[in-house]
Structure formats: C-alpha cells, structure tokens
C-alpha cells in the first residue's frame, strides 16, 4: 500500500498544474462509483452537515456583529469627547483664564498616557524602522497593538471553536475547511471598507485614513492565512480520499486528479491572496509604490473573480457579494467626485510655481468649490505628468479676493477675522506645496523647471477633499509643530484660530507655532501665507512664531525679525519648549504635530510625560502609506 508521503506531493502537484492550466493526467469516469467504498463511513451524515453550516453562518454573524459593536463603542466615544469639547468652547469664549479646564481627569489622563498615546515599547511609533537600506514599516501604538491582538484572538477562536475535534478526521477537515473559507470571505467585507478613501468611518469615528490603513492592511493577513487553512484542509481531505478509496495505486491516482480537477479554481484564489500579501510587503510598498498600487488591484481583481466561481451557489458568495457592491460604490463615489470636480468650464488646471529647497507650490484653479477646513488633503493627479496615477498632498491654503502676496505686516496693514474667514468658504483656488522627492514628484518639479519663468499651467483632476475633522477650537492653549513640508498641514490651523480670536468663536488665548526647517530659504514655501496671517486683525495678541533652522550657511542667516517671530539654529528641544507653554498654560491643552517620524515622537513622549499633571491632549497627522 502507498504510503501517506507519496499521496501529498501528487495532490500538491496536481494542484500546481491546474493553477497554471495544465491538464491533469486522464480521469476515470467510473470515480462517482468507486468514491463510495472505503470512505463512505468516514463520510459527514446530513445532519452534521447541515449543524456545521449553522454554525458556520452563525460565527461568521458573530464576527460582523462585534466588528459592528466595537464600531458603536468608538462613536460613542466619540460622541462624549465631542461633548465636551463643544461644552468647554462655549464656556470658555469669554475666560480668559479658563482655570477649570487647566487641570486634567487623572484617571483618563493615565488611560491616554499608558495606552492612548504609548507606543507599542518605549518611544518609537513614527520613526522608520530600517534593515539597511530596506525600509520595514513603522511601530503600532499600544492601543493599536491591542486591537490588532484582540481581532486576531477573535478570528482564531471563531476558526476552531464548535468543531467536533474528536469526530472522524473527514468531518473535522470538511468542518474546518468551511469555517475558515467562511471567516475568510466575511472579513473581506471589513477589509474593503477599511481601504476605501470614502471610508465612512473615517468622518464617524474621527479616526484618520492613516489609521484605518493600518487596519486593512492586517485583516488582508488574516484573510489571507483563513484562506490558506481553508486550503490546506482541502489538500488533506483529497489526499485522505485518495488513500480510504481504493487498494489500487493508479485508481487512487485518477480519483485524486479528479478530485483536484472538482477543485481547480481554489489554489487559484488563494494563490492570488498569496500574491497580494507578498506584493504588499512594506519593503516593496515604499520600493516600488507605483507597482505596488497597479499590482495590489489586480491581483485583488482577480482574486474575487476565482473566489465568486468557487462559491456558485453557495451561502458565503453572498458575503462575497456585499464586499463587491460596497468596493462599486466607493469607486463609483470617487469618480462621481472626480467628473464633478473637475468636467466642465475648461476644466481644473494647476499652477506650479518653482521655490527654493527643491519644492514647488501648486495652485489649483477647481471647476467648483467646495468648502475649505483645515486638515483637508487631497488626491492629485495630472497626466501630463504621472497619467492616471493620483498622490495625496495637505491642502495649505484657499485663495481670497485679496491680493496676499503684497500684503506687509511690518506697515501695518490689517486683514478682518470676517475676511480670512470668507476668504476659506467655496472657493475655486486651493494651494499646497510640494517637495521633490522621487517618482511623480519628482517628475512635477521638472516639468516646472523646464518653464523659463519658473510658472508653467498644466491640466490637473482634483479629488475630494478628504480629512478635515480635527477641530482646535477647544484648548486655550495650542502648540503647533511641523517640520518641513509638514507645514503645509499646520498653516490652515493658525489662520483659522487666529481668526477665530478675532471674531471670538474659540477658546484659544495662546498659539505657538514651531517650523523646523533645513534652510531659511524654505520660508520661501510659505511666504505669501505667513504674510497674510501677520497681517490678520489681533494677530499680535495670540500667535507666537519659532523657527528652528537646523542646517543654516551661517549665522548671519539666523534672525529673528521682531519679538514674536523668532529664529533660532538648530533642532528644538521639544520638551523643553511643552514644559515653557505648559506652565503657563491658558486652559486645556492642545499639542499637534505634523513632520518627521522622530519629531512626532518626540512630541508625543513630552505630551504623555505630562499627563496627570496638566489637561494636555495629543493630536498627530501622519501619512505612513
């Protein structure tokens, strides 16, 4: 008799050879006669199957109902945290001192600093993690680590859980085999709408894009692995039909070919869940990011299509069905953006405007306007430059009807907070900047270069705007850190707040903004800009300036030009500049960040080393894509 050994590799490869297409060896037509010997009383009873399909509907119903609870566990979160920022902006309107809301809750200030704001170990959570030149991804937070701990828990207990381990090995194997095909297609649904740019739990929750990224990207590995049991389970179940079936070798051997060929479209799938985890891999995502995103949908593509042939007719092609329909809707939601947009009256063209330091600032001159918040970003594409490929980029500015690049705070001039405020509403034009790196990027500088003037206009598609759902208007106290082109995100911050001082609609008293930049021709980015907030009405009461120059040609080229814009060499000592603000803080606390990945640790360890002591709350825009 063969042994077990010799059965697997003929299974395995037969299975390769009918993923590739190739034709097994010739099938015997007498197999539905001969299958019904020595396996028969190793076969399920009708009851049991039908018991395992319940209990496969019912653990696949338990997974979206606690994915869905712990959705309402966050929007009520949300929903409280919400209130009470709503109620203290209204106290605090007309306090100037705002003493109560000075002091923090001690037990939710330990909660944000051991879990909220830890990272996963000390301080690192940002900051890239490299294996020479190979870039590995970046560290969860702790909060993040224990969600992601806790989904993997669920989806394992719900893999093995209600099967009879002590049955026969052919009812344990087809148990599990459904059971995890059956998790594998429900956390799809999951997995789609996390990945979308319309996700609507982005707004909801007011839980970042970036955040939900990290998500999807590990409910792909557990789909992934469900489906690989799905399928090693359905190698040994063919392999153990094979050895019960028949005494004669060449008989078994057509038996499992026919088996396998019953099978064909199943190693195709998940050869394509493979596929997508290893293309996906952070090494390559970063490497190759162009590649990654085209490869990533069609493999995706792909995937569905073996998947909804395999599941004809079947209880979990209508799971299969619900990630379809909600993948058709996102992506008819983004074109309908995109036409909107963008089709019509000439269409969306774009500025770009050479600057110092390797960057360009881009204005983009919208069919239709929509209404402009700080935190809003945006996905650009221009296929002059990149085809149909789109970036995301930080919106930095809308345009107004005044001239912003001749105005001049030193000589006086003052803009009304009603000015700036309208100048942010429904408006066509929107600015950001953009620093050369690689790729498209790099591409766009160039084409820039390329004009004699420096200024050059090109067709451009604009979609969203996305983001837009951090508010400031709470804290009494606001420091803002940005480096470099993380700018870019900070600026519609401080106009909004200092307008909203102005106007009285916000409970800020202090804003101090700290830029962290290589060279001081980098103000450059921003000139227009700064121009026009130094200009704004009250402006002097609350906004204070610190520019840290890290790699300046001489000191000549540090100066501070009055005494509340200041310049300073080197790198900021950031606990050291939160420990200043922080005694002498007006109210809560609210510190945000936006730049490089050792700066936002920086800044989240000085904001957690002072929790419990002060009302301090911790706000970071990342883009770890």
């Known amino acids: 008799m063969t042994s077990t050994v010799s059965i697997y590799p003929l299974v395995l490869a037969n299975f390769a050879a009918l993923a590739i297409g190739e034709e097994p060896a010739q099938e015997r037509s007498s197999y539905h006669a001969g ?41 009520i979160f949300r929903v409280v945290i919400q209130s009470i ?5 209204l106290t605090c309107l007309n306090n100037d001192t705002q003493r109560y809301f000075k002091m923090p809750n001690l037990a939710f200030g330990a909660l944000k600093q051991h879990l909220l704001y830890a990272p996963l170990f000390r301080r690192r959570h940002l900051r890239e993690v490299h294996f020479g030149f190979f870039h590995l991804g970046y560290i969860p937070t702790r909060f993040q680590s224990l969600f992601l701990v806790a989904v993997v828990i669920m989806n394992v207990t719900l893999s093995v859980s209600g099967i009879e381990w002590n049955g026969t090995r ?67 179940k063919i392999a153990d039909h094979g050895k019960t079936s028949a005494h004669d070798w060449s008989y078994r051997k057509s038996l499992l070919q026919m088996d396998i060929r019953q099978s064909a479209h199943r190693p195709q799938a998940t050869i394509a869940f493979v596929a997508i985890v290893l293309q996906a891999s952070a090494v390559l995502r970063h490497a190759f990011y162009e590649t990654f995103l085209h490869l990533h949908i069609a493999l995706v593509i792909l995937s569905i299509v073996f998947l909804w042939k395999h599941l004809d007719n079947t209880h979990p092609q209508k799971y299969l069905l619900a990630v379809i329909i909600i993948w058709a809707i996102e992506r008819l939601t983004r074109f309908a953006s995109l036409v909107y947009r963008n089709v019509g009256r000439g269409g969306t063209k774009a500025e770009l405007e050479l600057l110092p330091g390797d960057a360009c600032r881009v204005t983009l001159k919208m069919v239709r306007p929509w209404a402009f918040q700080p935190g809003q970003y945006a996905f650009i594409t221009v296929p002059s430059v990149g085809l149909w490929t789109s970036h995301p980029f930080s919106l930095a500015w809308s345009n107004g009807g005044t001239d912003e690049k001749n105005q001049d705070s030193e000589k006086g001039y003052q803009i009304s907070a009603d000015d700036i405020l309208s100048s942010s509403r429904d408006k066509t034009s929107m600015s950001l ?28 598609y604009v979609e969203g705007p996305y983001g837009g759902h951090t508010v400031l208007h709470s804290y009494g106290t606001v420091m803002i850190f940005a480096g470099g082109v993380g700018i870019t995100h900070q600026v ?30 980098h103000l450059e980015w921003i000139r227009p800009w700064m121009t026009t907030i130094l200009a704004m009405d009250k402006r002097r009461d609350i906004l204070r300036i610190q520019l840290f120059v890290t790699r300046p040609r001489s000191t000549k080229e540090i100066h501070s030009p009055s005494a509340t814009v200041q310049m300073f060499p080197g790198k900021p000592n950031v606990d050291t500049l939160i420990e200043m603000e922080a005694e002498n803080q007006i109210g809560a606390m609210g510190v945000s960040v936006c730049g490089t990945g050792g700066l936002s640790d920086d800044v989240r360890a000085a904001v957690r080393k002072r929790q419990g002591v002060r009302n301090i709350d911790f706000l970071e825009q990342g883009f770890t894509w």
């Open 35 to 75: 299958s019904s010997g020595g396996n028969q009383r190793h076969a399920e009873s009708p009851a049991e199957k039908a018991a395992a399909a319940v209990d496969n509907y019912r653990f696949a119903r338990y997974t979206l109902t606690v994915l869905a609870a712990i959705v309402f566990c966050l929007f």
């Open 85 to 89: 920022r709503y109620i203290r902006t």
């Open 170 to 236: 052919a009812a344990v194997l087809n148990h599990l085999r459904n059971r995890t095909g059956t998790l594998s297609v429900v956390n799809m649904i999951p997995l789609v709408v996390l990945a979308g740019r319309n996700n609507p739990l982005v707004g909801l929750l007011n839980v970042s894009f970036d955040n939900f990224n990290l998500v999807h990207r590990w409910f792909g590995r557990i789909v992934v692995l469900q489906a690989l049991a799905h399928t090693v389970a359905e190698v040994m």
């Open 433 to 460: 900047i953009i620093r050369r790196r690689s790729g498209f990027t790099d591409k766009l500088f160039q084409k820039a270069e390329r004009s004699a003037s420096g200024i050059t206009t090109i067709s451009a």
């Open 492 to 521: 519609p911050f401080v106009r909004d707040l200092v307008a909203g001082y102005a106007s009285g609609t916000v409970a800020a008293r202090k804003v101090i903004l700290v830029w962290v930049i290589q060279s001081p021709e």
